[in-house]
């Protein structure tokens, strides 16, 4: 069965990093792609960042462009989440999602989703 499991979110100091581990189990970043949302208190899940599984591009918001990058590990089955420059508007809970054919962050259309990891980003 279809598993995502994030890791690597944590505490970390304004201007610091972090780095978001995407676990896939169940099909295979050969032909799928992965999207990471994140969701901070009391506002609506976003889209951040997402990778194809065809060609390999990604997409970022323009809230992480030049900050965040997305990568993928077909070996280990895995995407990453690199974040640099972390800014107090950043805390989130970080969720992956499959992305079968770039499903443009509608995040009703995602049907598997990860359990979700926190970052917090303070002084």
């Known amino acids: 069965q279809v598993q995502l499991v994030e890791s690597g979110g944590g505490l970390v100091q304004p201007g610091g990093s972090l780095r978001l581990s995407c676990a896939a189990s169940g099909f295979s970043l050969e032909y799928y792609g992965i999207a990471w949302f994140r969701q901070a208190p009391g506002k609506d899940r976003e889209g951040v960042s997402c990778i194809m599984s065809s060609d390999g591009k990604t997409y970022y918001a323009d809230s992480v462009k030049g900050r965040f990058t997305i990568s993928r590990d077909n070996a280990k089955n895995t995407v990453y989440l690199q974040m640099n420059s972390l800014k107090p508007k950043d805390p989130a809970v970080y969720y992956c999602?499959?992305?079968?054919?770039?499903?443009?962050?509608?995040?009703?259309?995602?049907?598997?989703w990860g359990q979700g990891t926190q970052v917090t980003v303070s002084s």
């Open positions: 999602a499959e992305d079968p054919q770039g499903l443009g962050f509608v995040i009703s259309k995602y049907e598997y």
